[in-house]
């Protein structure tokens, strides 16, 4: 059953004010009944494409005429919202909810609707996802390259507006998914910063240079998800935040933990952004920061070279200005040879497990992502075939109506 459009007056202002609403239909894939996003020009729209977006009313407007089942927003790195999915939580029924979504709702007190299959809802709140994982069980947590369904059926009792809810989010990040970061065999997170700023000043490094630290990685087991990441690649993570953490990770490894070159190295990188220096939490942390002291204190063993090189010291600011005037740190420091090569040797056997069972879950977040990508441009065939029909259909019957009202046309003459 498809639920009813939204109307305006249902929804918070400062989501009607942008151009980030599509529409969305419904569709089977494998089996499963999904919902996929369409631009209101015609085919599917994107969650990275803002020229498929367009303005509320007329998202409206194309549902209304049966060519969408309903309209949705995209969350976009340019803006600072958040959303906030909970599943298979709700009776559609009686609306009894489990208690662990109340608390959930209660919580973040912004905007929440129920969503389109009635068992669920959406909760839309302003600010961004502190960096690590961002889905667990029926929670999943949104802020950008995704849509939201939206169907107008608010809440009773939560705001009619969305609110700025740094604090909260980041108390449900923590309990619901850092406890996943720190499966790796690692002490659970701190989250007093003062506490975490020190544990990343006990793990000052190993004289590598940066140079060092990026052909090294590059060259590990790990080293295809490495290179993926430091050109920008996101497409094996559910967020951008996400890959900025495991980017993060492996710099915390080769690096031994040192936050102020794991800082210079990831601005050098193709995920950074302006984000990466706003501050993001209470603390006055940066969210560069947080993500820095996270990834290290989720380390649980740091790389360390058979022997020292004796490379000249690296480079401590990340905006050295280059020759081309770019201002993008450029870190030409000449280095002697090392007297000996790390080898893997020098990585214990945990470590080295560690990699392996990474390119692993990377090879297979990679192929779900080619699948679902080819199943996307198979439906989209499907939908351009459909229009090619329906012009063909369309031009024949003009041909039949002006022969038959004329005896002849040059339109259907060319065409013949």
């Known amino acids: 059953m498809t639920p009813p459009l939204p109307a305006r007056d249902t929804l918070p202002d400062e989501l009607l004010k942008r151009e980030q609403w599509v529409g969305w239909r419904k569709q089977t894939r494998g089996g499963a009944e999904t919902k996929v996003p369409v631009s209101v020009n ?18 409206l407007a194309y549902a209304t005429d049966d060519a969408a ?47 389109p299959s009635g068992t669920g809802y959406h909760i839309i709140v302003r600010r961004s996802l502190p960096p690590g994982g961002n889905r667990t069980g029926n929670l999943e947590l949104y802020e950008d390259a995704r849509f ?6 608010h809440v009773d009792e939560t705001p009619t507006t969305v609110a700025d809810r740094t604090d909260e989010l980041t108390a449900i990040h923590s309990a619901y998914f850092e406890t996943q970061h720190t499966q790796r065999g690692t002490q659970p997170l701190n989250t007093d910063s003062a506490t975490q700023k020190s544990s990343a000043a006990d793990t000052p490094g190993n004289a590598l240079t940066d140079e060092d630290v990026v052909e090294r990685a590059s060259n590990a087991a790990n080293g295809p998800k490495f290179s993926r990441l430091w050109k920008g690649d996101t497409s094996a993570y559910d967020s951008h935040s996400e890959a900025d953490m495991a980017l993060c990770s492996i710099l ?52 360390k070279p058979s022997q020292r090189s004796t490379a000249a010291p690296r480079s401590t600011s990340r905006t050295d200005t280059t020759q081309d005037g770019t201002g993008r740190a450029d870190h030409q420091t000449p280095h002697d040879p090392p007297s000996a090569t790390p080898t893997d040797g ?53 041909d039949e109506t002006e022969e038959s009202g004329r005896g002849w046309s040059l339109f259907g003459w060319l065409r013949r």
């Open 69 to 115: 089942d309903g309209v949705g927003f995209v969350f976009s790195d340019d803006d600072s919202y958040v959303g906030v999915d909970l599943d298979k939580c709700r009776s559609r029924e009686t609306g009894e909810t489990d208690e662990w979504a109340t608390e959930i709702i209660n919580q973040l007190t912004s905007y929440t609707e129920v969503s």
């Open 346 to 398: 020098a990585k214990t056997a945990a470590a080295r497990d560690a990699d392996h069972i990474e390119r692993l879950k990377d090879l297979r977040s990679h192929l779900e992502v080619t699948l679902e990508e080819n199943e996307r441009l198979q439906a989209e065939l499907e939908a351009e075939r459909e229009r090619r029909r329906e012009l063909e259909a369309a031009v024949d019957t003009r």
């Open 252 to 303: 915390a490894f080769w690096t031994g933990g040192d936050a102020a070159q794991i800082d210079r190295l990831f601005c050098d990188s193709g995920l950074y952004r302006k984000k990466w220096d706003d501050v993001h939490f209470a603390d006055g942390s940066t969210y560069g920061e947080k993500t820095i002291e996270r990834s290290v204190s989720g380390t649980s063993d740091f790389y």
């Open 148 to 153: 939201f369904t939206v169907t107008g059926d």
């Open 42 to 59: 015609g085919g599917y729209a994107s969650a990275t494409d803002a020229a498929t977006w367009t303005t509320f009313n007329k998202a």
